[in-house]
């Protein structure tokens, strides 16, 4: 354990110091803060709430719109009279009536309608359901979308970047040294460790970052009304999301092993960094079909649910599932034993190729080769 812990920490070390890293962390929690913060100061700024949006109205309208909560309506004689007034920026939009239209008035702004006056206008039937969703449809996407993201880039990048870091050493002969150190074994699960704690800890910190953007937003509700989504406002996101984002990140880390270990025994097989993506492309694509599937079928409860079992797609749909209310307290433990020996599977995959083709090199060592002899 001493042996993981020195090269772990070598590792840490070796990719902390590095430009990319640096660059590409602070991307990352600066693009999730923004996300957070910055439709909702947009929001904001459009909402003026220290006075009332003035918009012209004309005629009989004057009288049915008087109370539009948020605006002051101001009459017009005429249409061209309330067209003045926008021009004039002395009103930001006005309401006048049309025939052409369906709802028999339309709305003039010079550059663009007041945010919300159009909605304020539209008017909705009531709606009764009798299988009521537990969540709103629109968080359900929003959530995939978001934890399909974090894990596809996150798995991708750490990932690959073990698996060059793996060929760059095979490459300048260094691995000798550190083989003459420590067993092949024992620098493979530094290598996935390190990487793991890397990943875990941009995952905190743009989580943090998010959290940070919703507050100088205005909060959750400033965000989801910037994005027009009706019924979502009042909903409270960490309440909602606690829980399933702590199962997230716990099926995250165990995840990450798991591709770490395939695709650095992977890239062992090969000298040149040419070839790693050749290697890892089969890796990648057990990556990236979760990711669209669980996307393009999160509303359907039967292909969730089957994903959710599955050990390459259950740290996204488990989550998922959570969120929705639709999983047992048993089935994310099953899930993630499932999971776990998989995950026992891959580093006993991983770790008997990394052994057997670190100190090949020359052509590309063939699977079926660097399984069955040693090194």
Avoid: C, H
Wanted: hydrophobic share 55%; net charge negative; proline share 5%.
């Amino acid at each position: 354990m001493t042996g993981v812990g020195l090269v772990t920490r070598r590792e840490l070390s070796a990719q902390v110091r590095t430009k990319s890293f640096r660059i590409g962390t602070v991307i990352m929690v600066v693009l999730a803060f923004a996300a957070a913060a910055v439709p909702g100061l947009i929001v904001r700024s459009d909402s003026k709430p220290d006075e009332a949006t003035k918009i012209a109205v004309v005629g009989e309208l004057a009288g049915q719109l008087g109370d539009l909560e948020g605006y002051e309506v101001v009459p017009a004689d005429s249409v061209e009279a309330a067209e003045e007034a926008v021009g004039a920026e002395s009103v930001e939009a006005a309401v006048v009536p049309s025939e052409e239209a369906p709802m028999g008035f339309e709305i003039v702004a010079k550059e663009r309608a007041p945010s919300g006056l159009i909605s304020a206008l539209t008017l909705s039937p009531t709606v009764r359901l009798l299988e009521p969703e537990a969540i709103n449809s629109v968080i359900r996407y929003f959530a995939a979308v978001v934890f399909s993201v974090l894990f596809f880039m996150l798995v991708m990048m750490y990932g690959q970047v073990a698996a060059q870091n793996a060929v760059v050493e095979k490459q300048t002969r260094v691995i000798e040294i550190l083989l003459a150190t420590v067993p092949a074994r024992t620098l493979l699960a530094g290598k996935i460790l390190s990487n793991a704690i890397l990943a875990f800890a941009t995952v905190a910190a743009m989580v943090v970052a998010f959290g940070l953007g919703l507050v100088v937003g205005g909060g959750w509700s400033a965000l989801v009304d910037s994005m027009g989504l009706p019924g979502v406002a009042d909903v409270d996101p960490l309440g909602l999301l606690g829980g399933s984002l702590a199962w997230f990140l716990v099926f995250f880390v165990v995840a990450f092993v798991m591709f770490s270990a395939l695709m650095v025994g992977s890239a062992a097989t090969v000298s040149r960094l040419e070839e790693v993506g050749s290697v890892l492309s089969p890796t990648m694509i057990v990556v990236m079909v979760p990711y669209f599937l669980v996307i393009f079928f999160n509303d359907n409860k039967t292909v969730i649910e089957w994903l959710s079992y599955i050990p390459f797609s259950s740290p996204i749909a488990m989550p998922l599932r959570l969120i929705a209310g639709t999983a047992a307290w048993w089935e994310p433990v099953l899930a993630l034993v499932i999971l776990l020996l998989t995950t026992v599977g891959a580093i006993w995959l991983g770790g008997k190729l990394y052994e057997n083709s670190i100190l090949r090199t020359g052509a590309r060592v063939k699977f079926g080769e660097a399984l069955k002899t040693a090194a």
